[in-house]
C-alpha cells in the first residue's frame, strides 16, 4: 500500500500517530514523517489512521507495477 499524506492539509493532530505508531510519527514539535510503502502488516494499522484524519489528510493507494521494457526494433 502506498502512503501519501497532504501535508499542506495536515494540522499535526496527531491521530495517525496513535492509530499507526509503526508508520506516523512526529519530528520535533508539529512536523509528521511516514512511511511511504509501509510493510504490509500495517496495511489495516494504516486504514484506521486515514479514517481517523479529522481532516481527511491521508490518501492510500496502490503501488504501481512498472511494465516491463519491450525490445522495440529501428530501421
Ligand atoms: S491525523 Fe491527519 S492531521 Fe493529524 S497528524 Fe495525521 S495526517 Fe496530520
Redesign the pocket.
Known sequence: MHVL?DLNR????????FAAPDV?RFRGEES?EYDHVPDGASDAAVRR?AL????Q??TLGTPVEEAPLREVTCR
Request: hydrophobic share 50%.
Open positions: 499524506v495536515c494540522e499535526s493532530y496527531g491521530q495517525c500517530v506516523f509528521l489512521a481517523a484524519c479529522p481532516v489528510a491521508i
